[in-house]
Structure formats: structure tokens, C-alpha cells
């Protein structure tokens, strides 16, 4: 089955840096990507995602890059703010044996990221 | 418009009991995941509802199950409960194969003594 690592598991940055969370994913035929955004004790939000016929995509702050050849995924925040301290998952929805998706998510294990003022 | 609701929002039963946790997807909505998300974890596939029928099952063992009805809302029943079932449920909705992406419900926090 799919296996997703992330790294790094935290990440501490000052106010106005850039941050990079980046994973691998191991099944080749896996078709789109999402990260997602879990303040504490909250529901896991999507921020953006990316399918695999598109190498990268952006949105104001965010942008996520896809390398399919070496199946890896990079979330890139810009200009960090404190409010964007929390943790971050990537994932990847698998595809079955038929080349259909049934949507299985497969998460990587998250990245704290806090942004000091 | 409606995200998705869960409920009980926590819960607290003890070893050998049995739980029944709730799931209401977003309006327009048609499967349901659920998930595991153990503390400092990743959340964990356990099973996919669409037409009423698990299509797909992560490793989870047979105690846990559930249903999907006939207006789209899913149960996950857990029996024989450990320790280690200790974790925040989390139910998510999307079309057929995740079209449109996924949304989350807030979870079910359940405590197992």
C-alpha cells in the first residue's frame, strides 16, 4: 500500500520567513495531493492540493510543487504569519490495482510548524 | 451549508465496552471515510461508505464496523474496546473517489479506561 513520509516533524521560524514541508510517497499511481491545516483540538482543513498531472500550483501565500518522477511533494509558506502556526499534514489518495481511486487518504505524520513574532 | 457533522463530540467508555460514533457529511455529499488520529499522529484510514456498501478498509481489525444509510450518514462501531483505541475520529465527506476534494468533521474524541 501507499507509505507517506514527512519531513521535518517541527519547524520553528520567525515571523515573515519562508517555511518548507516536504514528503515522498512510494505508489507511483497515486493522483492527487492534498495538505492540510489542524489547529489544535480542531478538524483538519485543506489549504491546498495538487493532482498529478500539474507540477505546481499556487494560491497568495501557499504553493505546493510535485516532482512525480521522484514522487515527492513540497508545501512552501511565504511571508509566515503567527497565525499560521499549527500542524501541517500531507497526503496522497491512492490508486487501486484497476486504476480507479476510491479516495483512501494516506497521511504523512504531520509537521509542527510555529511562527514566532 | 452544512459541513459535516459529528457526534458525540467526546466520549469516555471503558475496556470491553462497545461505541457507536456518528457521522452527517456535507450536503450534496455521497461517501463517507473515517479515520483515526492518535495523538501526535497522522490520521489513519479505517474504512470508505458509498451506496451503502464499505468499499475499501484500512488495517484495522474486525471490531471495528460500520454502516452507511440510506441518506448518506455513516455510523463506525467499534466493540471489545483497548486502551489503544484511544484517539480523535475523524469522519470525512466527498463525492464518488474523492471528486472535489474531502472535508472533515471535527472528530470524536474517544477515551478508553
Known amino acids: 500500500g501507499e507509505n507517506v513520509e514527512q519531513h521535518p516533524s517541527t519547524l520553528s521560524v520567525q515571523e515573515g520567513d519562508s517555511a518548507v514541508i516536504k514528503c515522498t510517497y512510494s505508489d507511483s499511481a497515486s493522483n492527487y495531493f492534498p495538505w492540510y491545516k489542524q489547529e489544535l483540538g480542531k478538524r483538519p482543513q485543506l489549504i491546498i492540493d495538487i493532482r498529478s498531472n500539474v507540477g505546481e500550483k499556487k494560491d497568495q501565500r501557499i504553493a505546493v510543487t510535485l516532482n512525480k518522477t521522484a514522487k515527492h511533494f513540497s508545501l512552501h509558506i511565504t511571508e509566515t504569519q503567527p497565525e499560521d502556526s499549527a500542524v501541517y499534514f500531507c497526503?496522497?489518495?491512492?490508486?487501486?490495482?484497476?486504476?480507479?481511486?476510491?479516495?483512501?487518504?494516506?497521511f504523512g505524520q504531520g509537521t509542527i510548524l510555529t511562527v514566532h513574532p | 451549508d452544512a459541513g459535516v457533522t459529528q457526534s458525540p463530540t467526546h466520549l469516555i467508555k471503558t475496556r470491553g465496552q462497545q461505541v457507536t460514533l456518528r457521522c452527517s457529511p456535507k450536503s450534496g455529499h455521497d461517501t463517507v471515510s473515517w479515520y483515526q488520529q492518535a495523538l501526535g499522529q497522522g490520521p489513519q484510514f479505517i474504512f470508505q461508505?458509498?451506496?451503502?456498501?464499505?468499499?475499501q478498509r484500512g488495517n484495522f481489525p474486525d471490531r471495528f464496523s460500520g454502516h452507511q444509510f440510506p441518506n448518506y450518514s455513516s455510523e463506525l462501531n467499534v466493540n471489545a474496546l483497548l486502551l489503544g483505541d484511544s484517539a480523535l475520529y475523524l469522519c470525512?465527506?466527498?463525492?464518488?473517489?474523492?471528486?472535489?476534494?474531502?472535508?472533515f468533521g471535527s472528530g470524536t474524541r474517544l477515551t478508553v479506561v
Open positions: 497526503a496522497a489518495r491512492d490508486v487501486n490495482a484497476g486504476g480507479t481511486s476510491y479516495g483512501k487518504l494516506t
Open positions: 470525512a465527506s466527498s463525492l464518488e473517489g474523492g471528486l472535489g476534494g474531502y472535508t
Open positions: 461508505y458509498y451506496e451503502e456498501e464499505e468499499r
